[in-house]
Every structure is written in structure tokens, then in C-alpha cells.
């Protein structure tokens, strides 16, 4: 049994989720200070605040390109590197420049919409970030595509320091959620620092768009397939702020930050590894099929118990680490934590259908789940956070399972994987 164990966690995709492991495991050590101070110095108002920039922020972030271009270039022939490279890259900076003016102006737009209007300058001045996204973003997807993980680990490690450092001081000092907005903003000098150190890739001195529709052909299903997954991961927050306020939003995003914040990052911790790792046999079915499960099946021995094990000892340990007021929120953090589980399969089944060319499948599954989604949210919402907690678990087992099921009869079908494969070269 020890020998069989030893077996399943060994090989390139285990050393590579190691490396990711490992960082995961020093960021939650180090974010660990910072989510208590916050839990304790923070009200549940002044958390619904924080929810609010941290939704806008991530909603933004699908804009940047890293995703969906990230995916071309991680995908893309040796000999046709560069020229992706060089598109990506400066479709960046036309994209993150839109992308901070949009924020300004639906920063100046919140108060119109019931939310404080504190927010409109912190909003703004976080906008800024983007700007800086291009200069660090192609080198992190290049190292990534080398299966460098253990740079990747130490760049996410070292700027988890910075910004957990930066929080709790600026907390501790009584900035409230300008504390949030100083440590993103003081970030993004880090990661370029971080970046230019682990990849010699430069940015191009000359403008250039060359197969520009190439990129963006790939990308785009990849684009709206991670904007929709964002909206699905998102939007409960924007519902509940409209209908329940500002306090019951700061419970509810406490049971996620608290919760599946938790075993989330875990798992990006495998999948970030598993996408480059099929893609490297996409030219083999046999040896294709055999990663993808056998990947799969590492997660769930590891990832699993860790979920199970979290959800039996929530009673316990929110109230003595974070403190009794947040009690009320942890039915909520249970539920959301189970959830996590059918997202492992329903997530390594989207990147098998990216790594054969398929997005366009992967983007109508996501564009029905995300209704489905929705429409359910919006059913139960008045009847409180349980009930929206409880919609966002039945719709991750329910949705989540015909997916999986579907697209593993589909793309593992040797005759659609050599169809698909043949048209990629």
C-alpha cells in the first residue's frame, strides 16, 4: 500500500504541484496573521466593503489576457513563440489601458448602485495596477510554460510576504480598507521585479499585432469562458449586497475567504500544473489519457480529505481564530466548502477541452452553468445567506456532474481526440 502510494504521488506533474504546494503552504502561514487581524479589527460592514473591491478587482483581472492568451502561448509551437509573444504582449497594453479607465468610471458609478461612496477613489487608484500587468504577466505565463514551477512558487511566495506584510501594518494602523488598496497597489513593482529575476523574456521595442486574429481566435472562447466563470464566482456577492446589505455581504464573504478561500487555492495549486502537463502529450492518446486521469486521481487522494477535514472542524476553529461574531457565518463556510469538490473534476474537465482545441465546447458548458447559476441565486436570495449557500452547492454537485460526465465521453473518445488533434496541427 505505502509503495502504491508512493507511486501515485511521484512523476513531472507531482514535482511541478511540489513546487506549488509548497508556496501554497508558506502563503496561507503568512496570509494566516493577516486573515485574523482582519477578521478581528474588521466588522462585518467593513468586510462587505473589502468584498466589494476585491469582487470588482478579480472580475477585472479576466480583461488582462493572461488567461486566455496565457493558454495560446502555453500551447503554442516553438517556432511561433516569439510572434505570439509579441502580439500578446502589446494587446495588453490596449486592453489594461481600457481596462483602468472602465474602473474609474464605474467607480464613480457605485454610489448609484447602493454602495458607499468611500469606495469611488480607493476603486480608481487600484485601476492603476493594471498598468503594470503587461510588463509582468508574459514572463510568468513563459515560466509556466517551461514547467518552471518552482520559480512560480517562489515569485507567489515572496509578494504573498510583501502583501500580507503590508496589510497587517496598514491595518494595525487604522487605515481600514485603504490598507486592502495600498498592499495591491505596492504589489505589482514586486511581481515585475520577481519575473524579470526568473525569465530573461523582454518586453518588444517594436509595436506589432502580427496574427493578431490567431491570438485572439484562441483566446477569446478562453476570454469569455474565464468572464463567465468570474460573473459565476462573483455574482452571489453582487446579489447578496443588493438584497441583503453590506453587513450580511461581509458574513457571506467571510465563509468564503474563510472557507473555500482556503481549499481553492489548493487546488489552483494542481490545476495550475495540470493544463501544461496534458498539453505536453496531446500527440499521444494513450499517454494524454493517462496523465489527465492519473492527475486527477492525485488531486482527489490529497484534496478530498483535506476538504472533509475542514468542513468537520469549522465549528471549532472560526470561533477561537477569527473570533465569535463571525459563529452565524460557519452553515454558510460549510457549504461552500463542500462545493469545492465538484469544482475539481468540473475545472480539470474545462481544461481538458482547452488542451484539445475545444473551447468553444468548454464556453457553452460555462455559459449554461452560469444561468443556471444565476437563476437560482436570484430564487433564494431573500430568505437569507444560508439559502444562497446552499443554491451554490446543489449547483456545483448538480450542474457540475452532467458536465463532467458529458465532456469525458466526449473528449477522451479516441476518434474525436485524433479529429481534434489533427486540426490543432
Request: hydrophobic share 50%; net charge positive.
Amino acid at each position: 500500500m505505502i509503495i502504491r502510494l508512493k507511486q501515485i504521488l511521484s512523476g513531472a506533474y507531482l514535482r511541478n504541484v511540489g513546487w506549488m504546494a509548497s508556496a501554497e503552504i508558506a502563503n496561507r502561514i503568512i496570509r494566516l496573521l493577516s486573515t485574523i487581524v482582519l477578521a478581528r479589527m474588521f466588522s462585518p460592514q467593513d468586510y462587505g466593503l473589502m468584498a466589494v473591491i476585491y469582487t470588482i478587482s478579480d472580475f477585472f483581472q479576466v480583461f488582462t489576457l493572461r488567461g486566455g492568451v496565457g493558454s495560446k502561448i502555453i500551447q503554442a509551437d516553438e517556432k511561433d513563440l516569439t510572434v505570439i509573444c509579441n502580439t500578446a504582449y502589446w494587446l495588453n497594453w490596449i486592453v489594461c489601458g481600457s481596462l483602468f479607465m472602465i474602473q474609474c468610471a464605474i467607480a464613480v458609478l457605485l454610489p448609484y448602485f447602493s454602495y458607499d461612496p468611500h469606495l469611488t477613489l480607493p476603486l480608481c487608484l487600484l485601476g492603476l495596477s493594471y498598468l503594470a500587468y503587461p510588463l509582468f504577466v508574459m514572463p510568468l505565463i513563459l515560466i509556466e510554460r517551461e514547467n518552471r514551477f518552482k520559480s512560480a512558487a517562489v515569485c507567489n511566495v515572496v509578494t504573498s510576504l510583501v502583501t500580507t506584510v503590508l496589510t497587517t501594518t496598514f491595518v494595525l494602523l487604522g487605515m481600514g480598507i485603504w490598507a486592502i488598496v495600498w498592499s495591491m497597489l505596492l504589489m505589482t513593482p514586486v511581481w515585475i521585479i520577481l519575473t524579470r529575476k526568473f525569465h530573461p523574456w523582454r518586453p518588444p521595442l517594436r509595436f506589432s499585432l502580427e496574427r493578431w486574429r490567431e491570438v485572439l481566435g484562441f483566446g477569446s472562447n478562453l476570454l469569455v469562458n474565464d468572464l463567465l466563470n468570474r460573473v459565476r464566482s462573483n455574482i452571489d456577492y453582487v446579489i447578496v449586497g443588493k438584497y441583503l446589505g453590506i453587513e450580511a455581504l461581509g458574513l457571506y464573504y467571510f465563509a468564503f475567504n474563510g472557507g473555500s478561500g482556503i481549499t481553492l487555492s489548493i487546488l489552483n495549486t494542481f490545476m495550475s500544473p495540470l493544463y501544461p502537463y496534458i498539453c505536453a502529450a496531446k500527440n499521444d492518446y494513450g499517454q494524454f489519457k493517462q496523465r489527465y486521469f492519473s492527475s486527477l486521481k492525485k488531486v482527489s487522494i490529497i484534496l478530498v480529505p483535506i476538504i472533509l477535514l475542514q468542513v468537520s472542524l469549522a465549528p471549532i476553529y472560526v470561533p477561537i481564530i477569527f473570533g465569535e461574531k463571525w459563529t452565524p457565518a460557519i452553515p454558510v463556510l460549510i457549504l461552500i466548502c463542500l462545493s469545492v469538490i465538484p469544482r475539481i473534476y468540473s475545472w480539470a474537465a474545462s481544461l481538458l477541452l482547452n488542451a484539445i482545441d475545444k473551447t468553444q465546447i468548454s464556453l457553452y458548458i460555462s455559459l449554461t452553468s452560469t444561468t443556471v447559476f444565476i437563476i437560482s441565486i436570484l430564487a433564494v436570495v431573500q430568505n437569507g445567506i444560508i439559502w444562497v449557500a446552499a443554491a451554490v452547492f446543489l449547483n456545483s454537485l448538480i450542474v457540475s456532474s452532467v458536465a463532467i460526465f458529458w465532456t469525458h465521453r466526449f473528449a477522451l473518445r479516441k476518434q474525436n481526440f485524433v479529429n481534434a488533434i489533427e486540426i490543432i496541427q
